[in-house]
Structure formats: structure tokens, C-alpha cells
């Protein structure tokens, strides 16, 4: 014998078809007696409040209806393969605690990003003027420029809410370039990417989980006297990089702090360049010797003032082209001013005075130069005069490191 319900908590009728439930229920509040119900997947969606039973009735039967027919059109539009392919989102999605139906919400979002978003062009674009109106230095606009450039050739045509992490990774991981070099692109697409989260652009950041290189644990790089002198004959024959090659070579001074250098804070009467506060990196001022081969390499091209570094790219595609024709490759970290330290330690064997002029500490100097080259290397590379590189074949072989212009010329009527 079936159980008695209480008395008012029973409704007096229910209909449900499939995920639908329409009931009429007691209502005690004249002059309603009945209150019509509908719930789907247990919320109510509509309800309404009746005088008679009849009534209720009569409009319950009109909701069953329309229901049935709603749904029979739906149901009739569903195939057996996608009966399916719902099973098997179910499936795939279970493990995570999501349903089919978090997947359309979530991808519904999505294509609304992609309609307020950008492409990556534009976004680059932005980015740049962002950085330019908050007053950056030349030689971060320029290095941000090219970069991006480098990164738009691939990207630029892409919608940025469309670039997804796996890509960023096979993109930095396929880059030639030593690990340092990939870190530097990777840090500048992500502050990219950063600021299209802050436009709304992009839901997330794809660099935040993306392939970051790793720099391994090898000894210093420097280049051997033979690839020092090479160099310099490829830079004598760009004449603007010149005297920031052998500024950094012979004075170990550091790359961002050479672009910053003008040729007013070369001293050749003192025989020392002086190296600001608001350009040094530590923010306090040094002075670099004058050696003899770097004032010998800076004397043909002196002025009396104006920027020692070519503005734009060009400073930057002539010195990959002065390295390329040197035949140094991969290019050491920091080469000019590694190099600079462990032959000027080997030579002169002071390694305070060194750390003043460099800007650094003696125990840095010492954990990471000292013996890194021989006595007879640093003899060598001191007496890399342009007197003796461009002239004397046993400092420079002819197969590594061509003489200037003039003699390559000479050398060709002769033979």
C-alpha cells in the first residue's frame, strides 16, 4: 500500500519529460489555490499562480504540449554519432570534473575574447608605443624593436587570444641562439602578453608555462688572441662600429653602457674614459685606462663629441656581420668584456684595481677569470695593435682573418 504524503508538500499532479518536471502544487493564499511549476534539470524556469484546479489543469496540459513538441523537434535532430561523441566528452572530461556543457561555456568565452582581441601585430605595435611614452632608453626601444620584429614574422598575423603556450615553446626551443639569447626573447614576449591580459586581449599569459631555456654551467667565453684579431679586421672594415668593439675589447667596458657613451666622455689628454653614474649599470661612476691598443684603435675615428654606438639597427646588423666574418661562432656570452678581464688579470695580476675599473668585485674577478688564460695569450692580446693586426700574418693567418680592404686588393693583382 502505497505511502501517504503530508498533506501540502504533495503536488497534485506532475508531468516530467526528460530533464522537465511540470507540477501543479497547493497554494493556501487567496484567492489562489494552485501554483503551476516548471523546473529544468531541478531549477524553476516559470511558474504561475492559479484560482481553480481546472484552470491549472488546463494550462499544465498546455505546457506539457508545448514541451513535448519542443523536445521531440530537438530529440529528432540528434544522430546516433552524436548520441557518441556526447558519451565520449563525458568520458574525456570526467577525469577533470567537467561536463560537456562547461566545455561550450568555456569555449563560447573564448570566441568572445577573440572578438574584442587583436592581432599580435598591433598588439607589438602598442606595446612599443607604451614603452616610448614612458621615456625607455634608445638602446632598450631598439633591441625591443628588432625582437619583436623577429617574433612578428611568425606571430604577427595571429590573433593574440589564439597563440597558445605549446606554440610559444616549439617557437623559442627552434630558435638558433644561445640560451641567453632565447631568455631575452622569451622575457619581451611575455611583457608582451602580460599587457594584452591587462587590455583584455587574452585570458592568460601563454609565455607564463612556456619553454625557458636554461643556461648550462661552462667556463667563461672569451675569444682566443686569433679570433680577437680577426674581429678587429672585420670591424675595420665597418668603421662606426669600430671603436665600440674595441671600447668594450680593450676596456671592458659593458655593451648597454657603450651605446650609452658619447665620444665627449673619452678623454685623450687623461687617458681615461669616464663612465657616468646615470649610464654605468651600479650607478656610480668609474673611470677606464686608455691601454695603448685601445687608444691606438679610437685615435683615427676621434670626435669631439656625439654618440659613440650608430643609432637604429644598424649597429646591431654590422656587428653580427663583423662577427660573422670573423668566423666566430656561436658568439660567447658577453665576450668583449669576459675577454677583456681574464687577459687583463693574466697580464697585470690585480685583481682590485681591475674590479674598480670594471665596475664589479674582486672576488667576482677572481672566481671567474683567474688563470682562464696564460701569460703569453695575454701578451698577445695587449699587442693587438692596428700597426700589427693589419699587417703581420702571425698574429692574424690569412685563413682566419683577412687583412683590411687596401691589401685583400693588393693580394688579388698580385696573384
Known amino acids: 500500500m502505497p505511502r501517504k504524503l503530508k498533506q501540502g508538500r504533495n503536488p497534485i499532479s506532475r508531468a516530467r519529460m526528460g530533464g522537465v518536471t511540470i507540477s501543479i502544487q497547493r497554494f ?18 516559470q511558474q504561475q499562480y492559479l484560482k481553480t484546479k481546472d484552470e491549472a489543469e488546463t494550462l499544465k496540459a498546455a505546457w506539457v504540449a508545448k514541451t513535448t513538441s519542443t523536445g521531440a523537434k530537438a530529440a529528432s535532430s540528434i544522430t546516433n554519432a552524436d548520441e557518441r561523441n556526447l558519451m565520449g566528452w563525458r568520458e574525456k572530461l570526467a577525469p577533470y570534473g567537467k561536463t560537456p556543457a562547461d ?6 568565452a573564448y570566441l568572445e575574447r577573440c572578438k574584442t582581441s587583436i592581432s599580435v601585430l598591433a598588439l607589438c605595435d602598442k606595446f612599443q608605443a607604451l614603452k616610448t611614452s614612458e621615456s625607455k632608453s634608445r638602446r632598450y626601444l631598439d633591441d625591443l624593436h628588432y625582437r619583436l620584429g623577429i617574433f612578428c614574422a611568425d606571430f604577427g598575423t595571429r590573433t593574440a587570444a589564439d597563440v597558445t603556450t605549446d606554440e610559444i615553446s616549439k617557437w623559442l626551443a627552434g630558435m638558433k641562439g644561445a640560451p641567453q639569447t632565447k631568455k631575452n626573447y622569451r622575457t619581451i614576449i611575455r611583457s608582451v602578453f602580460n599587457y594584452a591580459v591587462s587590455l583584455k586581449a587574452c585570458a592568460e599569459n601563454p609565455v607564463d608555462g612556456a619553454f625557458k631555456p636554461t643556461k648550462a654551467d661552462t667556463e667563461v667565453g672569451i675569444l682566443k688572441v686569433k679570433q680577437a684579431a680577426a674581429l678587429l679586421c672585420a670591424a675595420h ?12 675589447l680593450f676596456g671592458g667596458v659593458r655593451d648597454a653602457e657603450v651605446h650609452r657613451l658619447d665620444w665627449s666622455e673619452i678623454d685623450f689628454e687623461s687617458g681615461f674614459i669616464t663612465i657616468k653614474p646615470s649610464k654605468a649599470k651600479k650607478k656610480s661612476r668609474r673611470l677606464v685606462e686608455l691601454r695603448p691598443a685601445l687608444r691606438e684603435w679610437l685615435e683615427p675615428h676621434r670626435q669631439i663629441s656625439g654618440p659613440i654606438w650608430p643609432a637604429g639597427e644598424r649597429g646591431r646588423i654590422l656587428t653580427e656581420a663583423a662577427r660573422e666574418a670573423a668566423g666566430v661562432t656561436p658568439w660567447p656570452h658577453n665576450a668583449l668584456r669576459h675577454s677583456f678581464a681574464s687577459y687583463a688579470l693574466a697580464k697585470w695580476q690585480n685583481a682590485p684595481a681591475l674590479a674598480l675599473e670594471m665596475g664589479n668585485s674582486a672576488p667576482v674577478i677572481m672566481e671567474h677569470y683567474r688563470e682562464l688564460v ?4 695575454a701578451e698577445a692580446f695587449w699587442n693587438l695593435t692596428p700597426s700589427k693586426v693589419l699587417r703581420v700574418d702571425h698574429i692574424v693567418p690569412p685563413e682566419t682573418a683577412p687583412s683590411n680592404s687596401s691589401e685583400r686588393r693588393k693580394n688579388a693583382k698580385a696573384a
Open 28 to 45: 493556501t493564499r487567496p484567492p489562489y489555490v494552485c501554483r503551476l511549476v516548471m523546473r529544468e534539470n531541478g531549477e524553476i524556469t
Open 103 to 108: 566545455a561550450v561555456a568555456y569555449y563560447l
Open 237 to 248: 672594415d665597418r668603421p662606426e662600429i669600430l671603436p665600440a668593439i674595441v671600447i668594450g
Open 374 to 377: 696564460l701569460p703569453k695569450d
